[in-house]
């Protein structure tokens, strides 16, 4: 029933929240600011950023390393750095690279900013954090925009991540999912590469099941 009703709402939903984002907004979470371009991955009506936020919240990540996969806005990033811990991030998406390194100059926070797909720039790094808020609708991107939504028709995003994953994999990877993915097939992938996906965190808000998953050796 609950799925009926959001495919009925789903064109309404999408068309205010791309009217919405029509200009530039602006997304702050515990002091933090960042500007949210047309172009980037928006975390106002999007909850994975913030129950992310709310999971990492209390971690003492004090001269931890740590890599914002698929950064987006940055907003992960850049609190992790508040907190003190080494920070990557990395994203294919110039502009919000571009928009992420100004924000940091803004707020007075030192990470490192990188264009990598998944982890090819990071060939040589290791991290005791990986947080990951994957593109998981199973279509074919048009254009670097909608590689933050859709993961391939054949889930080709997931195969490359845990593909790679295998010899990156943090003791501490963390990754969120929402109901309306296909888990299943996604824990099949991981599994094809020696890769578990244990849930830690259920969180509903608006009608809305996310997890957040531990990514670990099979």
């Given amino acids: 029933m609950i799925k009926k009703i959001k495919k009925i709402i789903f064109p309404i939903a999408k068309l205010a929240f791309n009217t919405y984002h029509l200009k530039q ?25 913030k129950i992310l ?11 931890k390393t740590f890599l914002e996969l698929g950064c987006g ?26 928009a ?9 926070l030192k990470l490192t900013v990188l264009y990598s797909d998944v ?21 074919k991107p048009k254009n670097v925009k909608e590689q933050a939504w859709f993961c391939g028709e054949n889930f080709e995003y997931f195969e490359k991540l845990f593909s790679q994953l295998q010899t990156h994999l943090a003791p501490n990877t963390f990754m969120i999912l929402s109901e309306d993915c296909e888990i299943k097939h996604i824990k099949k992938i991981a599994l094809k590469n020696n890769l578990t996906l244990t849930c830690l965190l259920k969180k509903k808000v608006a009608a809305e099941k996310n997890y957040i998953f531990n990514i670990t050796k099979a």
């Fill in 53 to 63: 936020l709310d999971f990492l919240k209390p971690m003492d990540l004090e001269n």
């Fill in 100 to 108: 992420l390194q100004e924000a940091a100059i803004k707020n007075e």
């Fill in 25 to 49: 907004r602006s997304y702050t979470y515990e002091g933090i600011e960042v500007a949210i371009s047309s172009d980037v991955f928006p975390p106002h009506f999007t909850i994975s950023t």
């Fill in 73 to 98: 806005s940055g907003i992960i990033a850049l609190f992790a750095a508040s907190k003190g811990a080494d920070v990557h991030a990395t994203d294919i998406n110039k502009i919000a690279l571009e």
């Fill in 119 to 139: 982890f090819e720039a990071l060939e040589n790094k290791a991290f005791d954090y990986i947080i990951i808020n994957p593109p998981y609708y199973p279509k």
